[in-house]
């Protein structure tokens, strides 16, 4: 058996932080998750609080610690994306109010104080506007040395899904993803030229309804519910899952392909903010600060992902 991963997730669920919640808890033989921080994002942060918590208990872990973090971008309001997961983040399922309770600590406080005292690198693992983790490293920026690999669903090299330039998680906060691509660390980017390929289908949809789990019940549910966004307003053939890119790399890095550049965010407030600016053929001579994915095997993804769904069984009950 491999050496467990330790893993921080940041996140902000919304249905597909949601799911990649629950391919982590799936795997606990593979990772060694030392806690979610959340932010506000998808939706504000109440409800990314609560829906992180109901992740933890529909897949029968309630010893998972989840830490609320910061409400809102450094600079800029909220913009959340009601329209595409729904007022709540979870469109189409209600699910069981949760029992166990957020954690005291604020999520920077968690993130700077595990990052600096553990015993071995962690991997960062960020499916959210950056906030959280940028506010660490600018208090802390120590932190860095004890994290292993920052793996970032973020930024897209042609067009955005936000507005015509960029993608929400770098649109919502650019200055914290100027911060984490400043920061000296090469970071692994994972961006909409890989996420807008693994796409949802109707086929798949009864795969997970013959799995005859709630787990898989409920995700088949909710992304039903929100597929035909993808399709109507991206041309998309399904519902993109961004965020279980994330953890289908962690898991299986042999399923990506991409290649080192250097990556800008722009911070501006015209129409180009929150673009990630990938120098793909190097044509300003400047270092590499990250590994961008451009390919995927979405069969290889989708299997992953469908086995990882088959090992729940039994968890707390949810009604659709």
Avoid at 32 to 49: C, E, K, P, R, Y
Avoid at 53 to 58: D, I, P, S, Y
Wanted: proline share 6%; aromatic share 8%.
């Amino acid at each position: 058996m491999s050496k467990r991963l330790p893993l921080i997730l940041d996140c902000d669920p919304g249905i597909d932080d949601f799911i990649a919640i629950l391919m982590i808890l799936a795997a606990p033989e593979r990772f060694n998750l030392l806690g979610i921080t959340v932010t506000g994002g998808n939706v504000s942060l109440d409800h990314t609080a609560q829906n992180a918590l109901k992740a933890c208990e529909l897949a029968g872990r309630p010893d998972i610690k989840v830490y609320a973090g910061c409400p809102a971008p450094i600079l800029r309001q909220l913009q959340v994306e009601e329209e595409v997961y729904g007022e709540t983040g979870l469109k189409g399922v209600q699910l069981p109010n949760p029992t166990m309770a957020l954690q005291t600590t604020h999520a920077v406080d968690f993130l700077i104080d595990t990052l600096m005292t553990f015993p071995q690198k962690v991997t960062l693992a960020t499916t959210a506007p950056l906030t959280n983790v940028a506010i660490a490293i600018v208090r802390e920026p120590r932190i860095l040395d004890n994290i292993q690999e920052i793996v970032t669903m973020g930024g897209s090299m042609n067009l955005g899904n936000i507005t015509p330039a960029a993608e929400y998680n770098f649109y919502a906060d650019p200055e914290a993803a100027h911060i984490l691509y400043t920061c000296g660390k090469k970071i692994t980017t994972i961006g909409l030229d890989v996420t807008h390929q693994t796409v949802t289908s109707l086929e798949w949809f009864s795969e997970l309804d013959a799995l005859e789990n709630p787990v898989a019940h409920t995700l088949a549910t909710m992304l039903r519910a929100f597929y035909k966004y993808d399709m109507k307003n991206f041309d998309l053939e399904g519902g993109a899952l961004h965020d279980p890119c994330v953890i289908g790399y962690l898991l299986d890095p042999s399923l990506f392909k991409g290649k080192d550049v250097h990556i800008e965010i722009d911070t501006s407030f015209g129409i180009g903010r929150g673009r990630s600016i990938v120098d793909w053929w190097h044509k300003r001579d400047l270092p590499i600060n990250s590994h961008v994915f451009n390919e995927v095997n979405v069969k290889g993804f989708f299997d992953r992902l469908t086995d990882l769904l088959a090992r729940y069984e039994n968890p707390r009950g949810v009604k659709a």
